[in-house]
């Protein structure tokens, strides 16, 4: 192998040094690339080779500007050398021999040709023992015409996807895998993993038709003696013929594995040999028919009436013989009667009608096309007729069993001859399965295996037509040639011997089953190795020199299962439908590939086109049906288990294959075709922003805020995770990739369907206002920010801190937004727990669009809140009818179709309470002092802790427990009448002037206080006493949220004021609408 030298100018001694170096390097790629173990590997030569380019000391001037990038991007000289030098081992016998000969330093490059790669693989795969075991048969059952139609479906569904495959195989190199590794990387890992196990148990069941068909050729035409179960009563030839293949069957998989495992590299050389038997065979075919035209064989055949007789039991036809002139019975006489005497009780069928003889095999020139035309399917165990000999019928309760008659053994139609045809078509996988082998796989792989199928088919048809013209129909329908002899019927035809086919047909399935051994379990170790089906990675092991033993055995064992079923017209429909499905996903790669006009797409077969694959694809699935449907069924239930399964446990790979690309094109099509803009209501529901605040090591602080939006969400409409780093995005790459693997790994776990979506701004107030700006894309945006409170806000420097919150609260409304904010999210439950008990309770205070009533619906959706009740109140101010309110309530309710309980709380207005203005005055002094001193650090935190002792001393003086218990609302009464409404109105009207004098003396300086901030703390109190007073236990309480005021002075009350709002309440969801109706009581 050639080593790759950068020309640059360099010292001699360096130059060497480095020269060997990089020889070294080169060995050990080479030496990387040729450890046999079959893997299909992604990484081309010339990506990810830093390794091997960091050995290149570029200690010349001429490329000085490039110098920083060497260590990743490779010099073009090198890249070339290198592509140039590319090779790729196949699987199985390449790695096997070169364990065997370690010492050689050097690996030959891939030196087949289209004629030895493709071409003769495909034609022994595709010619089998279909051709020679049954094609006579279907011929006679179907007729010319309808064989034909058969045999030209089969041929064109292959031939469209030879189409298929030589575009895929040709667009860029096909590492050994052949179709496994197309599929794969052409549909991703799902379909690759699923069609591939089918494609496996396809090749699997295919060595057991050929094993079967061994035995059979075997059993019934080279040695019928060698039977181990022997047919004693009349009627169970066929029982007697099944338990013999299962028993040979069984000896023969052993002796086959055995072979495969001690020595492949023979079963490989024996291949040639094995494909000279088949041309060999079918030249005897075309020979015999050639000389039927002037001398046809002699192969009579008895009939005795219109019916075949099988001649194992007798050798004269005739019913007497003349012998000195005396008449004498013949064994045929004394099979239908009951002695051999003249005078016998002989069957009423024997009786009537005639003995005739005619020749099986009349000649080419003969005209029995004409009489072959036309089908002739029949039921089970009825009887091989001659359409057009004369019969006289026999009485019906004449008894057959036991006569020597050729009956049929399975019932036919034309579905399930396509069904036992189409395997003799399969095999055209052959050459790209070899594509490691080849000299120039681009260009012979559509060559070799279109014109191996051109050949195939032509052999198929012309056998079709040949077959109707030279051989009686009664012989074309009698599928075991019991009519001439016991002989193979297409033998009779075959020139100079029958044995010529018998034994060319014996060794042809035999190396066919042998390579069918051979090759499944290097296609499962493929599988298992790619890593995308968990439970078969054990096959991907094997020997040292890296055959799979395990996989042997495995495929040994399903081989088994179709050696029980024991008939080859059982077994050929089944892998029928795992051959049709792989070719299936091969044409709908294609499509897809086309359709998407993906970049990479650049095929060097250029005759391809979506329609043709389509075409092929929806033939392909018309076949699967045509042939069983059931079959079909339990097939795609197979692949669409494996799909499931590879998709919720496999690996995740990333091959750029065609449906990941299908999926981005249907996204793109599918956000063009949404509405840039609010979604009608009925279509509503929140998509969601959630914004997660990070720690110093990239960790999420607040967990529970995921699993609550999983509970929300319950994986339906869009989720974007978002946070913020502070910073600079290029010192902070490094931890922002830090930061979205933990959270994409936090969402794994809490179940957040969604996106991940990290920000590095200057500061945090910045990102998160790019955030709300900027995240989501066309109609997918997020229409709700989902934020934890911050609890401690009053820590300065807390990075979250309340001006942040302020801000981004005005700019969720600014942006029309609705906004969530958790309060106390820790004690929020995870979606392990279960509450079995308890309520929801919603404080509708003020209508911003409904959200409030729509949020608990959801969440109940969960299977946390599934059993928690929801309980609605609403509080009615002095002027407000409360009966009514809580009618028209439950109403409406009743017409939006919730379930909930409806409490209308009455709230009065009576005098602000001592307590009030302390907190008031507290909220101002702090404000103040905060703003006018420029106090250190340590001198915040003192002030913030006498703050809160003084908070603390106010709670437990006496005066203010008294204030406390006024400001919760002792005169709540259900309903206002007009006389209660006026005595209380001009009660507190007199009492207020009096009633502030009297507090003002208390206290001389709140009589400075802010009146707008007293009324708002004096809210904010009562509120927070109903509201406890009414929910304390429940489960979740969600609260209209106040909006922020509209002069930023007064932020930091804004938050004193929800602080004192929600205070004693364990888990508060504070809910700010964006001021559009997201729920409706029409439908």
């Known amino acids: ?110 030196q087949m040709g289209t004629f030895i790669g493709v071409y003769l693989p495909c034609l022994q795969n595709i010619l089998g023992v279909i051709l020679f075991l049954r094609l006579t048969w279907i011929v006679g059952t179907a007729g010319v015409l309808q064989s034909f139609i058969i045999v030209f479906i089969c041929c064109a569904c292959t031939m469209l996807t030879a189409i298929s495959m030589s575009a895929i195989a040709t667009n860029g190199v096909v590492p050994a895998g052949g179709s496994y590794y197309m599929i794969s990387r052409s549909l991703g890992p799902e379909f690759g993993g699923a069609v591939g196990l089918c494609f496996y148990l396809g090749t699997t069941f295919a060595g057991a038709m050929y094993i079967l068909g061994t035995i059979e050729i075997l059993l019934t035409y080279i040695s019928p003696s060698a039977a181990i179960f022997k047919v004693e009563d009349v009627g169970e030839e066929t029982e007697a013929m099944l338990n013999n293949m299962r028993v040979y069957g069984t000896c023969i998989i052993i002796l086959m594995a055995v072979v495969v495992f001690v020595g492949v590299k023979y079963v490989n050389k024996l291949a040639l040999v094995f494909l000279a038997c088949v041309i060999l065979s079918i030249i005897a075919i075309y020979a015999g028919a050639i000389k039927t035209a002037f001398d046809p064989p002699d192969f009579p055949i008895c009939l005795l009436g219109n019916r075949t007789l099988s001649k194992r039991s007798f050798d004269v036809c005739a019913k007497f013989t003349e012998s000195n002139n005396k008449t004498k019975t013949t064994p045929l006489w004394r099979l239908f009667c009951d002695s051999s005497l003249l005078n016998a009780t002989c069957d009423d069928y024997f009786s009537l009608n005639n003995v005739t003889e005619i020749q099986g095999i009349p000649g080419i020139m003969s005209g029995v096309l004409t ?55 399969t095999g055209i996988m052959a050459g790209s399965n070899r594509s490691g082998d080849l000299k120039d796989a681009q260009k012979s792989i559509p060559t070799g295996t279109i014109l191996a199928i051109s050949t195939t088919s032509f052999i198929y048809l012309s ?43 014996f060794f ?63 077994v050929a429909p089944i892998l029928s439908m795992f051959f049709l499905m792989c070719y299936m996903f091969v044409n709908l790669a294609c499509a897809v590939q086309t359709l998407l006009r993906t970049p990479n797409w650049r095929p060097r077969f250029k005759y391809y086109h979506w329609t043709l694959s389509f075409l092929g694809m929806s033939l392909c699935l018309a076949l699967m049906f045509i042939c069983s449907w059931y ?101 902070k790459c490094t931890e922002t990739q830090k930061a979205e693997e933990n959270v994409k ?197 003192r002030e913030a802790q006498l703050i809160h002792d003084r908070n603390t001393a106010s709670h437990s003086a006496p005066a203010v427990e008294a204030s406390v218990a006024a400001a919760v609302p002792e005169k709540v009464q259900m309903t206002w009448t007009k006389e209660k409404f006026v005595a209380e109105k001009h009660k507190n009207k007199d009492s207020n002037v009096s009633g502030f004098k009297d507090i003002f003396n208390m206290k001389p300086e709140w009589g400075n206080l802010n009146q707008s901030n007293v009324r708002r703390m004096h809210t904010a109190v009562k509120l927070n006493g109903v509201v406890l007073n009414k929910s304390q236990h429940a489960q979740l309480v969600l609260l209209n949220m106040p909006g922020p005021p509209k002069n930023r002075k007064g932020d930091e009350n804004y938050m004193e004021f929800l602080e004192v709002l929600t205070e004693g309440l364990d888990r508060v969801l504070l809910v700010r609408g964006s001021g559009r109706e997201v729920i409706t009581i029409y439908s």
């Open 508 to 570: 042809s399935t035999c190396g066919a089953g042998l390579q069918s051994l051979t090759g499944a379990p290097r296609l499962l170790q493929a599988i298992a190795r790619d890593g995308i089906v968990p439970f078969i990675q054990i096959f991907g092991h094997g020997k040292a020199n890296g055959e799979p033993t395990w996989a042997l055995l495995l495929t040994a064992g399903i081989c088994e299962i179709g050696i029980l079923i024991a008939s080859l017209d059982s």
């Open 371 to 425: 009489d072959n035309l036309w089908s002739a399917y029949s039921e089970k165990g009825s009887i091989v007729e001659k359409k057009d000999q004369p019969s006289v019928a026999g009485s019906e309760e004449s008894k057959m069993g036991g006569l020597p008659y050729v009956f049929t053994d399975i019932m036919t139609y034309f579905t399930m001859l396509v069904g036992i045809y189409f395997p003799s078509v």
């Open 745 to 941: 790994a936090l969402m794994g776990v809490e179940k957040t369907k969604g996106f991940c979506q990290i920000v590095v701004s200057p500061s945090f107030r910045d990102g998160i206002s790019y955030l709300i700006q900027s995240a989501g894309l066309g109609g997918m945006k997020h229409n709700t920010v989902l934020m934890a409170w911050p609890q401690s806000w009053k820590q300065t420097e807390n990075r979250f801190s309340w001006k942040n919150f302020v801000d981004t609260v005005r700019e969720t409304t600014a942006a029309q937004q609705a906004l969530l904010v958790a309060k106390n999210i820790d004690l929020f439950p995870t979606n392990q727990e279960r509450f079995t008990e308890g309520n929801i309770d919603v404080w509708w205070i003020v209508h911003d669009g409904g959200m409030l009533m729509l949020l608990p619906f959801l969440l109940r959706q969960h299977k946390v809140w599934r059993k928690c009740k929801m309980r609605i109140f609403t509080v009615a101010q002095m002027d407000d009818n409360s009966i009514q309110m809580k009618k028209d309530l439950q109403m409406f309710l009743y017409h939006l179709r919730l379930n909930a309980q409806v409490e209308v709380v009455e709230m009065f207005e009576n005098d602000i309470s001592a307590f009030t203005y302390e907190k008031t005055l507290m909220m101002e002094q702090r404000s103040q002092m905060l703003k006018q001193m420029q106090l250190s650090k340590n001198e915040r935190e």
């Open 1 to 110: 192998m050639p080593t790759s030298f950068t020309v640059v100018p360099v010292e001699a001694q360096g130059g060497e040094r480095d020269g060997q170096q990089r020889e070294e390097e080169d060995e050990g790629d080479e030496r990387d690339r040729g450890t046999g173990d079959g893997t299909a590997r992604e990484s081309s030569p010339f990506i990810n080779r830093a390794e091997f380019d960091r050995g290149n000391v570029y200690e010349g001037k001429n490329m000085a500007l490039f110098e920083e990038e060497m260590d990743s991007n490779p010099m073009v000289s090198s890249l070339l050398n290198k592509l140039a030098n590319y090779t790729n081992l196949t699987q199985g016998v390449v790695e096997h021999e070169a364990d065997e000969d370690s010492k050689r330093k050097e690996v030959k490059g891939p």
């Open 631 to 731: 079959y079909a069924l339990i097939a795609m239930l197979i692949a669409g288990c494996i799909y499931k399964y590879i998709e919720y446990r496999g690996a995740e790979k990333e091959w750029g294959d065609g449906i990941r690309g299908l999926s981005l094109n249907a996204a793109r099509y599918a956000l063009l075709r949404v509405e840039d803009g609010p979604p009608h209501t009925k279509n509503w529901r929140p998509q969601l922003l959630v914004l997660l605040n990070l720690d110093n090591e990239q960790l999420v602080k607040h967990p529970r805020l995921l699993s609550f939006t999983s509970q929300l969400k319950a994986g339906k409409g869009l989720t974007i995770v978002g946070s913020v780093l502070q910073g600079i995005y290029l010192d």
């Open 463 to 505: 056998c079709i037509v040949l077959f109707g013209a030279c051989i009686e129909g009664v012989i074309l329908r009698d599928k075991f040639g019991e009519a001439v002899n016991g002989n193979l019927v297409v033998g009779t035809l075959a020139w100079p011997s029958p044995w010529v086919i018998v034994i060319g047909s």
